[in-house]
């Protein structure tokens, strides 16, 4: 348990200052088989909440010492350092380099390392940017929980994301303000740094590192199991217990009444001789069945219930509908009259009927208000058809005698030709001013006679 | 701490594959490393013969920093000091650059020839076809005077590369 109240930590306590060393170094670090209990699956199952957030610290990766996932190709690595190629530069020559590697080579010669060609560092220049592309895709492995990334992405998994990756102490939002680093793993429980004793070897050290220090580095790490002997850790005691060979366990049917007791490896020896090897089967069997048959009764219980309360209804229902209509809906007034003369258990279900009366009364209206609708369409479409019909009468007679005047035009047009035919003046299609103007009594004779023409073409 | 990258990278190389006639012996630490090299093709004066080459490394390997220490300069330490070894079964190849007492005399070696681009694997390849080219069973000139009065380190030697033709 963590104590209430923190003790001020004291500064000459050698964990005290180890932010520094830790994020110069992180890449060099090998932190083997810190990790061998995180996949790579539940890395990003740690979510991060905008308090802890503000907790990343940034941590500077040294690219020529992390592991690369499979051969790198020869053509991204460095001729000089050897590695996959850091901040890629050309030279005149088209050799490409890292840059501080060309850097350190000019500093000695001022000759390209591979051809001999003369060269400064003005006739170096920044490599192609598919290169720095191929070099950023390259997966490579985080030096802190080995779950493996494109290289790019790196710095940016260990600051925000990589689990064994350092934090600042959530104390420093505290009244403590704590300046301590701790794993983010571990970042979720508050402030870690105050001491405590380790209850095997009584060695007062930090809670955070309690844990690691009671599985590695504890003097009193290991206790000889009492059952079995075999050393297991103290932190772990419980899961050994649950599998520990030696432990004295109940035989199986206990709970029937077998008193028989032994160590776990050899209760299957009692199996055989149990006197409730028979009984016990049999007793689970039934077991399951009574608790089935429970279950069925409760569910039995509960539909009978409900129609005992609907039956109730109905008989309140009938009752009510030999009044007249105007009682019923003082619901309210009816209450106390319908409570003493019904058996009704209570008001509740009183109500509970009321509201299914009003229910039925709903559908019915609703019922009543769509036959009226379908009526009310039925009328509409009965005076519409009509005028429907005599509409479409109309517009063929209009358009009948829209093709006669057209008819009658053309005819008058042809006789003013003719008329007019060997005169000079307008063309055949004649100008409709003095067509008009000049033609007016032709056009009226012909008109007169139109409907005979008519009649005979027809 | 950068001579300790390269030369892992390149022992790891080392012990995945190396090319025929050559075989590592020891590479203890990153100081000095040994090999074995053979002739592989029916040169008569390296026939079934192995030579023992030691490799010592500097800090600054493959590239050359002017380390200053209380006054004494060193020089730039770049290439590698490479010289054949003398034991029971491991004679020093008789060749025209090649001084009794195990020194070479080969410009990639020196610090004018030296390129940070070359490494253990192509050394090695180097002095063996030097040995496969040559045709002159004989020691360098002055060699006797040489190994009598020489007390400087390899590549501190200033030779005067004139011979392009062995």
Known sequence: MPPTTHHPLDPSLPHSNSIEPDNDDIAALNIPGSSSSLSSSNIYKHLRTPSTSSLNIRHPIDLRAITYDGAVDENLVCPICRCPLVD??????????????????????????????????????????????????????????????????????????????????PGIHSERYCKEVVKRRMSGRGCLHYPVDCPDCKETLLL????????????????????????????????????????????????????????RKDLHLHTDDCNFKLVGPMADTLKKEISI???????????????????????????????????????????????????????????????????????????????????????LLNETIPIKNELSELRSTQQVTCMHVRWLMRFRMQENQRRFGGSPGPGPSGSPDGGSGSDLPFSRRLSDSAPRDIITKL | MFATKRLGKELA?????????????????????????????????????????????????????????????????????????????????????????????????????????????????????MLTGNTKNERPEGDAQFVASNRRRPRDIDFYYHDNTV
């Not at chain 1, 998994?157 to 990756?165: G, I, R, V």
């Not at chain 1, 229902?317 to 319908?338: C, I, T, V």
């Not at chain 2, 025929?20 to 074995?36: H, K, N, R, S, Y």
């Open chain 1, 88 to 169: 890629p530069v050309l030279t005149e020559c088209d050799h490409i380099f890292c840059r501080s590697c060309i850097d350190d080579a000019l500093s000695n010669t001022k000759l390209c390392p591979i051809d001999r060609s003369p060269l400064d560092s003005d006739g170096v220049g920044r490599a192609p940017k598919m290169v720095h592309n191929q070099l950023d895709s390259l997966k490579a492995k985080c030096p802190r929980c080995t779950s493996s990334f494109a290289r790019s992405m790196l710095e940016n998994h260990l600051e925000k994301y990589c689990l064994e990756a350092n934090v600042k102490c």
């Open chain 2, 13 to 129: 190389k080392i012990h995945g594959s190396l090319p025929p006639g050559i075989t590592l012996v020891t590479a203890e630490g990153f100081q000095e490393w040994l090999l074995d090299i053979k002739v592989l093709d029916e040169n008569p004066i390296y026939l079934n013969q192995t030579y023992r080459l030691k490799f010592k490394f500097s800090q600054s390997y493959p590239i050359g920093i002017i380390y200053v220490f209380l006054a004494l300069t060193l020089n730039p330490i770049q290439p590698p000091e490479v010289t054949f070894v003398n034991t029971t079964d491991r004679p020093i190849p008789i060749h025209p650059h090649i001084y009794s007492n195990g020194i070479i005399c080969l410009d990639l070696l020196g610090t004018q020839g030296w390129s940070p681009v070359q490494n253990v694997e192509s050394i090695c390849m180097s002095l063996q076809s």
């Open chain 1, 208 to 263: 955070v590192e309690m844990e690691e220090h009671r599985e590695d580095s504890c003097n009193e790490k290991l206790k000889a199991c009492e059952h079995c002997g075999v050393d297991i850790l103290r932190c772990k005691e419980s899961e050994h217990h649950k599998e520990c060979p030696d432990i004295i366990r109940p035989c199986k049917w206990v709970e029937y009444g077998c008193q028989h007791e032994a160590k």
């Open chain 1, 293 to 379: 048959l429970r279950s069925d009764m409760r569910s039995l219980a509960e539909t009978n219930h409900l129609q005992e309360r609907r039956i109730k209804f109905l008989e309140s229902g009938q009752r009510a509908s030999d009044r007249p209509m105007e009682l019923m809906d003082l619901s309210l007034a009816n209450l106390p009259e319908s409570a003493n003369t019904e058996p009704l258990d209570s008001g509740h279900e009183y109500l509970l009927s009321l509201l299914e009366s009003q229910q039925s009364r709903l559908s019915q209206l609703s019922n009543e208000l769509a036959d009226f609708q379908g009526k009310n369409t039925m009328m």
